[in-house]
């Protein structure tokens, strides 16, 4: 059994967690792929028998770590050039950008409980 970190997830809380706008196969997949490579491992949820919890492994962490780098130095190399107040300004809008593709998928999605189930089941 691996060691695990952080706070566990359900498939279905996993795109609200990286706020994706993506559907629970796709999410799937990917999670399969990751357990495949030992970045994460499933457990069983208590609360729930149909879910499992997601575990990043210290695999996962290892690879985390190396990605940040990657992401640092192409973000280093996309902001050269430019100045500070160009980059803050792209930077709004890209988040205003964001925001408002949040704000339209929480309105077409499913409403859900903690555990990733849509209201009024059990």
Known sequence: ?????????????????????????A???LVDR???????VRTPCPMDRRAC??????????EVGKAKEVIRKVNAEIQEGFSEQEIDAYRKVLM??????ARIAAKAAPSE????????RR
């Open 113 to 120: 409980d903690a555990e990733g189930r849509p209201h009024g």
């Open 27 to 29: 999410v799937t997949g």
């Open 96 to 101: 205003g950008i964001f925001e408002k593709f």
């Open 1 to 25: 059994m691996h060691e695990t970190h952080t706070v566990p997830r359900t498939v279905s809380t996993v795109p609200r967690g990286l706020s994706l706008s993506t559907d629970n196969s």
């Open 34 to 40: 990751l357990e495949n490579l030992g970045c994460i």
């Open 53 to 62: 919890r997601i575990h990043i492994t210290p695999e996962g962490l290892r």
